[in-house]
């Protein structure tokens, strides 16, 4: 990776009192990948209540979302996040991905597993450029 890449990286844009960089964007979306996918990734449903309303009953529903498709789309935002500082191995190991495609609900499962591909090919690379080593970011 060239200088110019690790800078766009680490380049930190002051918002008020906030600090945004690229780098704490993709590690901060790292970790809710993770935090998703430690919970079964289920298909989207709906859970019904009965609930006594005075004299009668009423019901409830409550949307449970698909968690298989946030995953998916989780994945397919950490790749347009890290795109632009792809180098040609990357680039050759993920061009046969395609992004998701939410019309073609019936084909979830088997994105899911080809997203998960993804995901462990995105953190190689970010593996492969240092990019999670401390004493690279540190000024």
Same mark, same amino acid.
């Given at each position: 990776m060239d200088e110019s890449k690790e800078d766009q990286i680490n380049q930190a844009i002051s918002l008020g009192s906030e600090e945004l960089? *690229?780098?704490? $964007? %993709? &590690?901060? =979306? %790292?970790k809710e990948i993770n935090v998703l996918s430690r919970q079964e990734l289920t298909k989207g449903y709906f859970e019904e209540k009965l609930i006594k309303v005075g004299d009668g009953i009423s $019901?409830?529903?409550?949307? =449970?979302? #698909? &968690?298989? %498709?946030? /995953? %998916?789309?989780?994945? #397919? *935002? &950490? /790749?347009?996040l890290v795109s632009p500082h792809n180098d040609e191995k990357f680039n050759e190991i993920v061009k046969d991905f395609k992004e998701f495609d939410g019309e073609k609900k019936e084909k979830v499962n088997e994105e899911l597993s080809t997203k998960r591909k993804l995901f462990a090919n995105i953190l190689i690379f970010l593996h492969r450029i240092k990019f999670f080593n401390v004493e690279r970011h540190v000024n």
């Open positions: 960089s *690229m780098r704490g $964007t %993709i &590690l901060n =979306h %790292i $019901t409830s529903k409550i949307y =449970h979302p #698909d &968690l298989r %498709i946030a /995953f %998916i789309n989780s994945v #397919d *935002m &950490l /790749f347009y």
